[in-house]
């Protein structure tokens, strides 16, 4: 770890302020479980289509839940994009309105592109199209435990699971920041661990049942 890095974590860890998740989680692909459901973030039946949502479901082993780390940039302020393995769509806020409630779906990449001293968006038309909407900044909670805050760039809400709520389905949503709730809490978690685990425990079955 660099001396930038350590002196970063020292000054937060005198002042009891969030973390920063360390630029060498760039590209790996994990689980976002929420820590009062225990359900993990999932794009609807992994669809292609942009607008597709995202909500809280049971765990179990599929792609739909599976997200790649993308970091955009390289110090530890900037943000991060989350891009879906099953469909390589991206964690989107619906729009740029800071009102409590905003939808979170699932949208192709949106990349801004300087014209005349402006900027345009290269994207399909829809909503979801500026890129800091995809954009997040991950809190973590403490320095070992995998817990965070993951809040968008655009519009500083935070990623929500409406109520906690256990049900598959619940709808995922961007909501200003609540300290005490756990449906604001996400347990990141390596994939290809819990992976390895689920297959391990199949062969394992198997394995018994030949006997």
Not at 124 to 131: M, T
């Amino acid at each position: 770890m660099d001396e930038e890095i350590e002196a970063l974590i020292e000054a937060m860890r005198k002042q009891k302020q969030d973390y920063f998740l360390p630029p060498e989680w760039d590209g790996k692909v994990v689980f976002l479980k929420n820590t009062k459901s225990g359900t993990r973030l999932d794009l609807f039946a992994g669809g292609r289509a942009n607008g597709t949502p995202i909500n809280g479901w049971q765990s179990n082993g599929s792609t739909a839940k599976q997200w790649k780390l993308e970091k955009r940039g390289n110090s530890i302020w900037n943000s991060w994009a989350f891009q879906n393995v099953a469909s390589g769509l991206y964690l989107t806020l619906w729009d740029d309105s800071p009102q409590n409630g905003t939808k979170v779906v699932g949208w192709e990449r949106a990349i801004a592109k300087e014209t005349s001293g402006l900027f345009t968006i290269q994207s399909s038309i829809g909503r979801c199209n500026f890129p800091g909407l995809q954009e997040w900044l991950i809190l973590p909670k403490g320095m070992d435990n995998g817990k965070c805050l993951i809040q968008n760039a655009m519009t500083c809400q935070y990623l929500d699971l409406h109520l906690g709520l256990q049900e598959n389905g619940t709808r995922v949503q961007g909501w200003q920041r609540e300290e005490l709730m756990g449906n604001q809490v996400w347990m990141i978690e390596d994939a290809t661990v819990d992976i390895s685990s689920y297959v391990r425990q199949i062969l394992e079955a198997e394995i018994l049942l030949d006997f």
